[in-house]
């Protein structure tokens, strides 16, 4: 009688590769343009992606509640705030907590 085995064989994989599975395809692009770019906001981030502010806006929020992303500073314009957003140094899953 033969053994069985349940165990999963180990598998290599990138983790960049992975993370980006789990994301909307856009957020790579996002996070890809600042990381590029340097800081800036979801509306010039709209401008230079093609896509609409609304989404790119929800996208960088999400990368932010991760803590991929950080804001950088905001300036007020015209009576409204515009943030500016930048890849953080250190994920927040990743810092340590010691």
């Known amino acids: 009688m033969s053994q069985r085995n349940d165990e999963v064989p180990a598998v290599s994989v990138p983790w960049q590769w992975l993370a980006e599975l789990a994301m909307h395809p856009l ?40 803590g991929l992303l950080e804001l950088d ?3 007020p314009i015209r009576g409204a705030v515009k943030h500016f957003y930048r890849v ?11």
Do not use: F, N
């Open 27 to 66: 957020q790579p692009r996002v996070y890809r343009a600042i990381l590029d770019g340097g800081p800036t906001s979801p509306a010039d981030l709209s401008m230079e992606l093609d896509e609409p502010l609304a989404t790119v806006s929800y996208h960088v929020t999400k990368l932010a509640d991760q």
């Open 88 to 98: 953080a140094s250190t994920p927040d899953r990743y810092r340590s907590t010691s």
């Open 73 to 75: 500073r905001t300036v």
